[in-house]
C-alpha cells in the first residue's frame, strides 16, 4: 500500500492522466496456529496437536490502472491448508464509467456476506477469522460480471452491486471436510449497502441452480435407481426427489455493523435455501461486539449458530413396499438425518495492533454440536469418534499483516 | 537546573503539540470550493470524487509517520492509523479503491497543489503561503 514516489515524479504521473500509470503491489499475509481440546473431532485442519494451516494464507495482488477508466487486478492466494498452493481469487478488468458506474469482469469474489470481499485479509477484522457458521458456502469466487453503481444520498453513501457468473470445481472441500463436484449456473445477486459515519447496512440475494455429486449420494441413487420388479418405479422416484441436479438454490442475508472507533458491534443473518433434494436448507447467525481501549488493543466476544431444517419423507414412496429397517430405506432416512449438522459456538478474544499494518489476536471459541441434551450432532467437524459429547475448545494465535 | 530542564522540555513539547494541532486543509488559490470536516475526510476516504463544483478531486497524503499526518487523520478523517489502514485494505483488496498518492512533506505538498487546482492537501499552518489557499476552518 505504501508505494514511495517523489512529487516531481507523482506530479508527471498524474499529469501524464494514467496513459501509462504505475503497477501498484499490495499483499496480506496471516500466520495462524491451534490447537483444539478433544482428540474425538477435528475443525477444519485442527485436532488436538497443534497445527498451522487452516489460518495461515498469504496473498499477493497487482493493479494496473489503464487509460480512459479501466484498470486490471489480479490476486494470487496460497493457503496453508492446501499446502500453500497458489490459486487466482481474483482477475478482473475494470471500467469506470463515471463516479458512479463501475463494470468488471473477469474472476471476482462472490459477494454473499458483509465480510466477503476481504474474507481472508485478517488484518482488516477483529476475529482470527469470519464465523463458519455463517460464512459456510464452500466457494468464494465465480468467473463472471457485476456493476456497481454507488452514490450519496445526503451524508448517506449507497452501493448496489448486481452481478451474473458460474462456479464449477471437482472435488470442492466444504468446511466438514466433505468432497463434491459441483456446478453453479446462473448464479445471479443484487447487493445493497448503505454506510453513514460508522453504520454499514447491507442486504443481499442471491439464486443460482446448482447441480451437487458426491460419491455417497451417487452410490445411494445407484442403488435406488437399480431396486427389482415393482418398487422400481418407486426408487426411482426416490432418487429423482434426491439428487441434487438443477436445483434452484436461494441464498439470503441482512447485516448491520457499527463501528465508531472506541467500540464496535456486528451482526449478519444469512438463509441458505435449497429446491427438495438432498441438499438441505440452514439459516446462520451470527453477533460481535468489542471494545478498543489504549488504541491499540481491542476485546470482543462473538456468537454464532448453524440451524439445518431437515426436510422429510424421502422415503415415503418406498415405505409401501419395504420396511424402515431394509437396508435401502435405512440409507435414504441416514442421508438426510446426516445433513443434521446445527452448531454453536461463543468466541471471546482479544486482538493487539502491533503496527498500523500489523497485528496478533489470541482468540478461544467454544463449540457446541448439540441439536437438544445430549444428541451430537458432527456440526461442522469431521473425523468425529461415535462417542463425541460434540463439544469442543479451540484456542488459536494468528499474526495478520497487509503490506 | 532539573527543574527548568523539564520545564523547557514541556513549553517545547506543549509547542509541538501547538504546532501539530494547526494542521491546515489546502487547495490551490484558484479554489473556490468551501469545505468542511465530513467532506474533507470523504474526500480522503475516496468517498467524493470531486470537489462541490463538480471538477475532479485528487488528495495529497503524506507519508507515514509525517507530523502533519497524524494530526490530520486525528482531527478531519477521525480514525488512527491502525483504522485507516483496515479501511483502506478493505478498497484495496477488492479493487474498488485506492489510497490517495503519498508525499514526504508539507514543502512537497504546496509544490503539487500550486501546479494543480483539483488536488487537496494539508500542511502545518505555519507553512502556508501565498502558493497554496486555505480551506475547512
Redesign the interface.
Known sequence: ???????PA??VL?ASAGAQAEV?F?G?LSVGAGVLDTDEAQYLEYSDEVDFRSDSVF?L?A?APLSDGF?V?G?IVARGQDDYDAVVE?A?L?YALN?HW?F?GGRL?TPFYMYS??LE?G??YPWVRPPTEVYRVAFSSIDGVDA?YST?LG?W?LSLQAYYGRYQKDDLESIARAKSDVDVRDLTGIVATLEHEGLTLRASYHQADVDQESAGLNTLLTALRGLPGPINAAGRAVASDLEVIERRAKFYEVGAKYDP?NYFLVAEWTSLDFERSAAQDSVGWFASGGVRFA??NTIYVSYAELDLDLEKGYSDPLRPFLPATAPVVAAVDGAIIASERDQSSWTLGYRY?LS??V?IKFEYQSFDTKTGPGIPTPGQFHDVEPGWDGEAGLFTIAVDA?F | MKAMESCALASLLALSLAASADTVVVVHPSNGNALDQAAIARIFLGKAKSFPDGAQVVPINQKEGAPAREAFNTQYVQKNGNQLKAYWSQLVFTGKGTPPKEVDNDDEVKKLIAANPNMIGYVDAAKVDASVKVVGK
Open positions: 500500500m505504501k508505494v514511495r514516489i517523489t512529487a507523482l506530479a498524474l501498484q499490495n496480506f496473498a495482488q493493479n484498470s487486478t490476486q481474483w478482473f475494470s463516479d463501475t468488471r469474489r470481499d476481504f485479509v488484518f482488516t456497481i450519496a451524508d453513501d472507533g488504541e491499540k495492533d498500523d499494518s497485528d497487509v
